[in-house]
């Protein structure tokens, strides 16, 4: 290669069209390195591509003099030091919209798993519980909810929460949204609600707000205690944004009739967390991006970006 310009490290994985790009780009040396090994690489970084898992403070910005472009591959980027990014110049951006269509289809997934307890009838029949004797108690044990006909309360209304709401309307549900950044009339189908009103009258809640330092917290006991339908509570977004033992004490007081989450306080969940005890948690390890289409649009998009801003200066979205 004639005389690189740039050093780019790439966390975890890339696909083979996003490698392509990358090829065609001769000023870029680079090269995908494991998550533990890109402290090793940062004093010689000019871009970066990483993932949720690989937080990005003062400390590790310190390391990498040579810095110029942080590419989320994904969306949430509450686990990057923005004003540190901001104060050196560097710019951060991400592959935002690509994987929501994954997020919002695994909401509904679990949202549906929780309301007619797939995981227990799966377990039920795996673990030979299902006999010509307990046919008829084992599915009444099993009985469920609809969608259809619940009122559903969407806190955010970004790229995701949008794709949840149309995709619950379509489950013939009555959706809802708060969110302080969308108004009605930005041509949204939904009716908007302030948060009290929606937590009041939701039989469903689904949280899509980005972590900030509004969101965090949002969800605790003084807000679970305004609940006045025994929801279901849904959150793919991020784990901050409720207080989980606030949940579990919810739910064992009955304000709240289930809670799925792909997203935690602590990642992975610890073993002692309360909400794996719970027969009314349903829990899934970070995978709402995790689907073949989402990941090469991610790549894709996230490697567009990069080489963008590294060869020709230009920014879409990002700070
Ligand atoms: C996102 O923010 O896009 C996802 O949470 C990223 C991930 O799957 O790690």
Same mark, same amino acid.
Request: hydrophobic share 40%; net charge positive; proline share 5%.
């Given at each position: 290669?004639?005389?690189?310009?740039?050093?780019?490290?790439?966390?975890?994985? !890339?696909?083979?069209?996003?490698?392509?790009?990358?090829?065609?780009?001769?000023?870029?040396l680079w090269r995908i390195v494991p998550?533990?090994?890109? *402290?090793?690489?940062?004093?010689? +970084?000019?871009?970066?591509? !990483?993932?949720?898992?690989?937080?990005?403070?003062?400390?590790?910005?310190?390391?990498?003099?040579?810095?110029?472009?942080?590419?989320?591959?994904?969306?949430?980027?509450? /686990?990057?030091?923005?004003?540190? +990014?901001?104060?050196?110049?560097?710019? %951060?951006?991400?592959?935002?919209?690509?994987? *929501?269509?994954?997020?919002? =289809?695994?909401? %509904?997934?679990?949202?549906?798993?929780?309301?007619?307890?797939?995981?227990?009838? @799966? @377990?039920?029949?795996?673990?030979?519980?299902?006999?010509?004797?307990?046919?008829?108690?084992?599915?009444?044990?099993?009985?469920?909810?609809?969608?259809?006909?619940?009122?559903?309360?969407?806190?955010? !209304?970004?790229? %995701?929460?949008?794709?949840?709401?149309?995709?619950?309307?379509?489950?013939?549900?009555? %959706?809802?949204?708060? @969110?302080?950044?969308?108004?009605?009339?930005?041509?949204?189908?939904?009716?908007?609600?302030?948060?009290?009103?929606?937590? =009041?009258?939701?039989?469903?809640?689904?949280?899509?707000?980005?972590?900030?330092? =509004?969101?965090?917290?949002?969800?605790?006991?003084?807000?679970?205690?305004?609940?006045?339908?025994?929801?279901? !509570?849904?959150?793919?977004?991020?784990?901050?944004?409720?207080? =989980?033992?606030?949940?579990?004490?919810?739910?064992?007081?009955?304000? #709240?009739?289930?809670?799925?989450?792909?997203?935690?306080?602590?990642?992975?969940?610890?073993?002692?967390?309360?909400?794996?005890?719970?027969? #009314?948690?349903?829990?899934?390890?970070?995978?709402?991006?995790?689907?073949?289409?989402?990941?090469?649009?991610? /790549?894709?998009?996230?490697?567009?970006?990069?080489?963008?801003?590294?060869? @020709?200066?230009?920014?879409?979205?990002?700070?």
């Open positions: 290669m004639a005389n690189p310009k740039f050093e780019v490290y790439i966390v975890d994985e !890339l696909s083979l069209r996003a490698q392509r790009q990358l090829k065609s780009a001769s000023s870029i998550a533990r090994a890109l *402290a090793k690489y940062l004093p010689r +970084a000019h871009g970066i591509i !990483l993932r949720s898992t690989s937080p990005f403070s003062k400390k590790e910005f310190q390391k990498a003099p040579h810095l110029k472009c942080l590419v989320m591959a994904g969306t949430g980027m509450d /686990h990057i030091d923005l004003k540190e +990014a901001q104060s050196r110049g560097i710019y %951060v951006t991400n592959a935002a919209g690509a994987n *929501a269509t994954a997020a919002a =289809e695994l909401t %509904v997934g679990l949202l549906i798993s929780l309301l007619r307890k797939i995981p227990q009838a @799966d @377990d039920r029949v795996r673990r030979g519980r299902w006999t010509p004797l307990t046919t008829l108690p084992l599915r009444k044990s099993l009985r469920g909810f609809e969608i259809s006909g619940k009122h559903v309360g969407i806190i955010g !209304l970004g790229r %995701v929460g949008r794709r949840v709401a149309a995709r619950l309307q379509a489950f013939e549900a009555e %959706v809802s949204f708060c @969110d302080p950044y969308v108004s009605e009339a930005n041509g949204t189908p939904f009716k908007k609600l302030p948060f009290r009103r929606l937590l =009041e009258t939701s039989d469903i809640i689904s949280v899509h707000t980005p972590l900030t330092s =509004e969101t965090r917290g949002l969800l605790d006991f003084q807000a679970l205690q305004i609940c006045k339908k025994k929801p279901f !509570l849904v959150n793919t977004a991020r784990g901050s944004i409720v207080v =989980e033992q606030d949940v579990v004490r919810a739910l064992n007081k009955g304000l #709240l009739s289930g809670f799925a989450a792909d997203v935690f306080e602590t990642e992975p969940i610890p073993r002692t967390s309360a909400l794996l005890k719970s027969e #009314l948690t349903l829990l899934s390890p970070h995978v709402g991006a995790q689907t073949l289409e989402a990941q090469e649009r991610v /790549h894709e998009i996230s490697v567009q970006r990069l080489i963008d801003y590294l060869l @020709d200066g230009k920014t879409e979205g990002g700070f």
